[in-house]
């Protein structure tokens, strides 16, 4: 089984400048999660998605960061304008659906904002 | 929402001690309580995890204990191998499946 693919692997931006990651889920995950995780903490929830409706989006700067997951799929997270502390690790991270419980996370995209 | 704090954010034990890795939760509802193991530049991995009807569970060296009472469940590592050496997070999730982390701790395993 494929795991949850994520590119880039990395980049590097400057301050105000726009940028936008891209996650695939596991087939038939119906659940996907993007998380910020921050050098030396933990992942932070961003967004879950449940199929392309949006359950959870309360910790989403929404006035620079949005995501959409057309079709249910794939999904894409954005950053527009960048801010030096959005420099970090964006997971993604996908779920069979309610339910089950169990996440797999993608490899991360290593932001760094300059 | 969801508070999870975790302790000690750095442990280091002698090959072949024990670690044991504490966290608290705030939410009631929380029933599902994973662990992951994170490599420097690696994604999280699950290694144990826990539901809430369930008060203790073991696989191999790895053990997790949960107190719904006290809102507090723990990570036990036996016989530890340097292999072990990672930073461990701790979650609890709600119903709906969100997620709440820990702040890590680093475990280093002293060959």
């Known amino acids: 089984e494929a795991g949850v693919a994520q590119s880039p692997r990395y980049k590097i931006i400057e301050k105000r400048q726009s940028v936008a990651f891209w996650c695939n889920p596991i087939?038939?995950?119906?659940?996907l999660y993007w998380y910020q995780q921050i050098l030396g903490q933990g992942p932070k929830l961003l967004i879950q998605f449940q199929n392309n409706g949006v359950v959870d989006d309360s910790q989403l700067p929404k006035d620079r960061f949005s995501a959409e997951r057309l079709k249910g799929v794939d999904s894409t997270l954005k950053i527009q304008p960048a801010k030096l502390e959005d420099s970090a690790v964006y997971l993604c991270a996908s779920s069979p659906g309610t339910g089950t419980y169990e996440q797999y996370f993608g490899p991360g995209t290593r932001l760094t904002v300059t | 929402g969801e508070n999870v704090e975790q302790h000690p954010s750095t442990l280091s034990v002698q090959e072949g001690d024990s670690a044991v890795i504490k966290c608290t939760y705030s939410d009631s509802a929380s029933n599902y309580f994973p662990w992951y193991k994170q490599e420097l530049g690696k994604r999280p991995q699950l290694i144990i995890d826990i539901r809430s009807n369930v008060g203790e569970k073991k696989d191999q060296r790895i053990a997790v204990t949960l107190n719904k009472t006290a809102k507090h469940f723990s990570l036990h590592i036996t016989e530890t191998q340097p292999e072990d050496s990672a930073v461990y997070f701790c979650a609890a999730s709600i119903p709906g499946n969100q997620f709440y982390f820990g702040t890590g701790t680093s475990l280093t395993v002293i060959p």
């Open positions: 087939s038939g995950h119906a659940t």
